[in-house]
């Protein structure tokens, strides 16, 4: 990497020409911005100031001082380019051809253009060649067509000119001139120079605070360019499938989601640890891959089932149900196992119960607290199986090979309450002993209540229960319940027929079934507590047993 401050007549100097790459981000400076450039130039040139500096330039070399790939400064450089166009076609000779050259320079001796100096987005090259270095006249079917089609880069750039040309009329030719010249010696950027993507993808992370970073999906979607699109006009029909394929995939997934969807798409593809940034990852993928159209459609078919998952979108009530629940813990690990098989059904094995085991296998890991490494492992275990078609009973045996379930019994028997699992312990239990005609929706306002108090004071507390038997009870699965609304302080220290009479005011609001079995009981001593606590436990591990026999 090597970095210089360098003068703007610097950075045209010579040959030297410049390329946006197609996974940059459209043109998208506003007029505004424009506008504010000039302003602030054109003050620092009636100051006098020795210098005026106006960012840095990232490029990846590929021709030594001759041909760069622009990674950021795309907006300024693209700008310059606008401004520079303009102000040649308001001089005379000999500036117009001395100003012409930096951006589009002609043969002396023909009068014929050769090649830009910039070369924008394939997309909008010829738009940009045609209409913006050689100032042809923008007619009436052009602006229309733009227009219906909503084209933003274009929009910017002929909304662009407008400005320029403002402030261009605002001045004599000789102040242009001068203007021009200080432009050229005393602006500077930061121009920084790279021999590879991934450098300048992490020198440009280090040093952006403007705007939103390049992202991975960027890089990713730049790596499908150059692998099945030429950078010559004639393959436009290749990479304008692959810009509509990519746009498509925006479009489902969000722009600011295409990372994480590329992450569980990658793992769930290949079921591997990743050890590189993520679009290093990819790169190996795309290697692989002999033709765009499979990817690109395996790419979007995939993030359907993405969006299936963050939805919750499965025709059962059972399944739906199932990953309703292992959305509320407190990793996605489990996401990309899902998406394996959403991609890769098993044609021996319904959807239903692959979902089931997955949240058996997810909420014994959560309730044992099973670090990430052996979690890892086993999900990649999982998608192994997928992959390779293994039966289902192949299959099954990869989730018992994980799981534990004496010791699941044995966690859920100790204190829940604190536990970032119990809310969602409890509402599966709910939800579990609902008929699946019955869907009910909870909302985020919830609250554990416990019916031996946590600090019991009342007279009704220690006449049924020891200290020992208080110790014991307070934080367990069967001493607690769901209220809907914030933490129920208004009851907390109450006998219970007290507490029964809130909490059937609170369960008039949302309704849950494992409240009404509390309002339902004339007391709560150890003994209710032994019973319940054993039952709900057995419902528990209804749910998220894994052995054979489950």
């Keep these: 990497m090597e970095a210089a401050e360098r003068t703007i007549a610097q950075i045209f100097a010579g040959q030297i020409r410049y390329e946006i790459p197609n996974y940059q981000r459209p043109y998208s400076w506003e007029a505004t911005q424009v506008g504010q450039l000039l302003e602030d130039v054109w003050e620092a040139y009636e100051a006098r100031d020795p210098e005026y500096f106006i ?3 990232i490029t990846i070399e590929h021709e030594k001082g001759a041909r760069y790939e622009v990674v950021d ?4 450089l693209t700008t310059l380019n606008l401004v520079f166009a303009r102000l040649r076609d308001a001089m005379t000779e000999p500036a117009k051809s001395e100003l012409g050259r930096l951006v589009l320079p002609s043969n002396a001796l023909t009068g014929e253009t050769e090649a ?6 394939q997309r909008d090259q010829v ?3 045609k209409y913006m270095l050689e100032a042809k006249e923008v ?9 219906r089609d909503q084209d933003a880069p274009k929009q910017r750039f002929l909304e662009n000119l407008k400005t320029i040309d403002a402030f261009i009329g605002a001045h004599t030719e000789d102040q242009l001139k001068l203007f021009a010249n200080y432009l050229l010696q005393k602006v500077h950027v930061v121009f920084v120079t790279t021999s590879s993507l991934a450098s300048a993808y992490r020198l440009f992370n280090v040093l952006n605070t403007r705007g939103m970073p390049l992202s991975n999906a960027d890089i990713i979607k730049n790596q499908i360019f150059s692998k099945f699109a030429s950078t010559s006009e004639t393959d436009d029909n290749i990479s304008d499938e692959i810009h509509e394929r990519w746009l498509e995939l925006e479009g489902l997934v969000s722009v600011a989601g295409m990372d994480q969807f590329l992450g569980h798409h990658r793992m769930a593809l290949t079921g591997v640890k990743a050890r590189k940034i993520l679009h290093e990852e990819f ?4 290697k692989t891959v002999e033709r765009h159209e499979p990817f690109l459609e395996g790419l979007l078919a995939s993030a359907g089932n993405y969006l299936r998952i963050g939805r919750k979108d499965f025709h059962l009530v059972e399944t739906a149900r199932a990953a309703r629940a292992m959305s509320r813990s407190t990793f996605d690990d489990w996401a990309p196992a899902l998406l394996a098989f959403l991609n890769q059904p098993l044609p021996d094995m319904p959807e239903v119960e692959f979902v089931r085991l997955l949240e058996k296998l997810t909420y014994q890991f959560w309730i044992r607290r099973i670090g990430f490494n052996h979690r890892f492992t086993a999900y990649a275990h999982v998608i192994a199986a997928i992959r390779d078609g293994k039966s289902a009973e192949e299959l099954r045996a990869v989730f018992r090979r994980h799981a534990d379930d004496e010791d699941m019994q044995v966690e859920l028997n100790g204190d829940l309450y604190r536990r970032t699992f119990a809310q969602a312990v409890l509402l599966r239990l709910e939800e579990a002993a609902q008929d699946a005609s019955v869907t009910k929706s909870f909302g985020e306002d919830l609250s554990i209540e416990h019916v031996l108090p946590q600090s019991p004071k009342a007279a009704y507390w220690n006449e049924r229960f020891t ?3 208080y110790v014991f009870w307070r934080h367990r699965l069967g001493n607690l319940t769901l209220l809907s609304g914030n933490k129920n302080k208004s009851s907390q220290n109450f006998d219970f027929e007290r ?6 005011e609170r369960n008039a609001r949302v309704s849950f079934d494992l409240t009404k079995a509390v309002l339902d009981l004339p007391d709560w001593t150890p003994e209710v507590l032994e019973t319940r606590q054993k039952e709900l436990v057995e419902r528990a591990m209804r749910l998220w047993r894994l052995s054979p026999a489950a």
């Design 499 to 504: 507490k029964k009479k809130i909490y059937k």
């Design 127 to 129: 738009f940009f060649r």
């Design 467 to 469: 200290e020992d038997q």
């Design 283 to 286: 790169a190996s993928i795309i």
């Design 73 to 76: 400064g795309q907006q300024r």
């Design 55 to 57: 960012g840095s330039l």
């Design 139 to 147: 007619d009436a079917q052009v602006r229309g067509k733009i227009d």
């Design 116 to 121: 830009p100096r910039l070369r924008v987005r």
